[in-house]
Structure formats: C-alpha cells, structure tokens
C-alpha cells in the first residue's frame, strides 16, 4: 500500500526521513509538501492531481487537517488515515493574530521560523537542542518566505462537525508532551471518527516524526499490519 506523507506548517519531505526505513516494507512512500494552495481544500486537490490511485494518508499537523479532507473528497481513493499531532478544531481568534503578525515583513525577509516558535513545538527536555532546532528551522527556510506568508495567512475553520463523515480505517497518534495540541483535542477526533484507535506516545512534542520516529513507526507499522491489502 502506498503512504502518502502530508507534513504540517512549515514543514517538508524531511520531517519523515528517520522513519522511511521502516515503513518501506508497506509499500511505496510518497513524500508530499503543502507548498501548493491557499486554504485546506485547496492544498487537497493540489496533492490528488499527483497523487497514486489508492493510498493511506498520513498527515502530520495541519497535514491532518488535508488528509481528512482527502478522504472527503476521495473516499475511493483513500484507503486508511493516519492523523499525526493534530486536531479538528478550527484556529483561535489569537493563533490568527500570532499568525497574522508575522506577515509585516516581507516574504523575502524570511530567515526561518522564530528560536521560541520551535521550541515550543519540542518536548521541554530539547529546548536546547541545537541540532533539533536546526533541522526544524532548516524545513521552513527550504520552503521560503512566499510559502510561510501563505500557510501563515490560512484561517482554518476546522471540521469538528464533519467528523462523522469519515467511514476509513483511521489511527490518531498524540504526544504526551504536546503543546501545540492537547490530548483533549486528540480525545476528540478519537470520538467523532468511528471505529478510530488512538495511541499516546511518551516523552515527546508537538514534532513526533522528528523527536520520536521509531516510536512512531512502530506505532504505524503495528497497525498497518492489522489493515487489510488492497
């Protein structure tokens, strides 16, 4: 079966790079960015013109919030949902002034996402992990300023109501250290999406592929194995 990787906010291909060894054996691996498309449904039809025929969608973050759109979309497409750190509620009215407030300078500007930006996205043990806070910053400034301005101009409405429309295998994965997205918000997705399993994962951030990523292979690999091929 092929996965298709949907990185989050400011992120690329490399979120998923200590990971690809281990879920090679499930199939191809289709690393995606959200470099194209100004709201959610947009950057969903932009990853399904290029997208394989069937696939699993696994969506780190706001990636999460594409894949499930996806599967709205696409349900004979997608076959299974692996939504990673993220959330189905829509974005507060002070995370669109945060967000909004990076925007004065010019996408030229651009010199990576701020040091307290990305340390509050880690577990409080990496909070001075140089090389951690490298290679997050590294994802964003590959991206480029006109793909920061973009993703930071978004005002996601969330799909908290649509829950219910979601008929795929799905796998919820939270970080017991995140706080970008609390475990009431992972609880939640968990409910409204029927037949869902939701594991925790210890010791780690709002970046589980990143501070995690052989806990969260294994997590992944363990119920892959449960799915049935097609």
Not at 7 to 20: R, S
Not at 58 to 81: D, K, Q, T
């Amino acid at each position: 079966m092929t996965l298709l990787l949907i990185p989050g906010f400011m992120a690329d291909a490399a979120l998923w790079d200590a990971m690809t060894d281990d879920l090679a054996p499930f199939g191809p691996l289709v690393a995606t960015d959200l470099s194209q498309g100004e709201d959610i449904e947009a950057m969903a039809a932009a990853l399904l013109s290029d997208a394989p025929d069937r696939f699993v969608a696994v969506g780190f973050s706001m990636g999460g919030y594409v894949a499930r759109e996806l599967a709205r979309i696409a349900p004979e497409r997608v076959c299974a949902l692996i939504l990673v750190a993220t959330s189905a509620r829509g974005d507060t009215e002070e995370l669109i002034r945060q967000r909004r407030s990076a925007l004065r300078a010019a996408p030229k500007a651009f010199k990576g996402l701020s040091r307290p930006a990305i340390v509050s996205s880690l577990h409080p043990n990496l909070a001075t992990d140089e090389a951690m806070i490298t290679r997050v910053r590294d994802m964003g400034l590959r991206l480029g300023g006109e793909i920061f301005h973009r993703q930071s101009a978004m005002a996601r409405a969330g799909d908290l109501d649509r829950l219910n429309e979601i008929a795929q295998p799905t796998l919820i994965i939270a970080a017991d250290a995140d706080r970008l997205r609390g475990p009431d918000e992972a609880e939640e997705l968990h409910r409204r999406i029927a037949g869902s399993t939701l594991v925790h994962i210890p010791h780690s951030g709002h970046m589980i592929p990143l501070e995690q990523p052989q806990a969260l292979a294994r997590v992944m690999t363990e119920w892959l194995s449960r799915l049935p091929r097609s």
